[in-house]
């Protein structure tokens, strides 16, 4: 057993699962121990899922009877991964837009909790995953850790933001990074990086092994299948897989929801042809 929080994507694919069916889905996962759930996103794109009668109401309704405090998360821009890829002036504009966006999203998010009070908001994520092209320019770095400053410091619950190691830089330089951007009203939230397996093993366990322990760890419940350059597709960890993941002293996120037993026949893991979203 373990307690802590669980990630949810939400997708198109999701949009007919009823309250019934939610309330299974959750109950079962807090059997399993998950005590928060954090939404990835509000708004995928174009693809929004704050309206109060959307794609999401049948979660949030089942959320609400069941009492689980939430993490929202803000704007997340499909591309984001090709735009951050670019030079330091071109990327400090878009980082600046998508945190707007994120504020834009939030403002959507507050209307909702108005109108489902009983709601309980934990804090708020945003979807811009850090890697170590974040970490080369340590005027980059400087520019970037006075922004999420400054965002978290407007905002009045507390502010997550993920990160993962894909090793162009080394190890020590990585975590120091990551000191930096640390702070106690932006939790910093670390890939574990089994599911992507974007570097060696013995470089994540690297890295694993030198993370501090204040700092929470996303257990990756999937393992990619697709190649670069393909629709993203996954599956999720056999019962062996599982019982080989290797205990740590980090708080422990779960990616995702979908990927647990608890949702195992109700979220699909394959998307539809008419949804656009893929993980």
């Known amino acids: 057993m373990w307690a802590g929080i669980v990630f949810y994507q939400p997708l198109l694919r999701d949009k007919n699962v009823s309250t019934e069916q939610w309330l299974q889905i959750l109950s079962a ?27 999401s109401a049948a979660l949030f309704s089942a959320l609400q009877q069941l009492k689980i405090p939430l993490w ?31 504020l834009q999203v939030r403002r959507h998010w507050l209307s909702l909790l108005k109108q489902q009070p009983l709601l309980q ?9 850090l890697n170590d092209t974040d970490f080369v320019s340590a005027s980059y770095l400087t520019w970037l850790i006075r922004e999420l400053k400054g965002l978290s410091e407007v905002l009045d619950k507390p ?25 106690d009203r932006l939790q910093l939230w670390v890939q574990d990086g089994a599911g992507a397996a974007l570097v060696s093993e013995p470089k994540r366990q690297e890295l694993l092994q030198q993370l501090p322990c204040t700092i929470p760890l996303i257990r990756e419940q999937f393992r990619q299948s697709s190649k670069p350059g393909e629709v993203f597709q996954a599956r999720a960890l056999t019962e062996a ?6 205990d740590s002293c980090h708080p422990v996120i779960y990616f995702e929801l979908r990927y647990m037993s608890a949702a195992a026949g109700k979220l699909p893991l394959t998307d539809p042809q008419e949804s656009v979203i893929t993980p």
């Not at 908001?121 to 995953?129: A, F, I, R, T």
């Not at 897989?241 to 290797?246: H, I, L, M, R, W």
């Open 159 to 183: 502010v997550a933001i993920s990160l993962y190691f894909n090793g162009k830089v080394p190890v020590r330089n990585w975590l120091e990074s990551a000191r930096q951007l640390q702070s």
């Open 241 to 246: 897989e599982k019982q080989t993941q290797a």
């Open 72 to 102: 929202l998360g803000l704007y997340a821009d499909p591309a984001y991964f090709k735009k951050i890829d670019s030079a330091e002036a071109q990327k400090q504009a878009y980082f600046k837009q998508q945190m707007l966006l994120s």
């Open 29 to 55: 996962a807090q059997q399993q121990g998950m005590t928060e759930l954090a939404l990835q996103w509000g708004q995928h794109g174009e693809v929004s899922f704050f309206d109060p009668q959307g794609p």
């Open 121 to 129: 908001l934990k804090g708020w994520y945003l979807p811009m995953e």
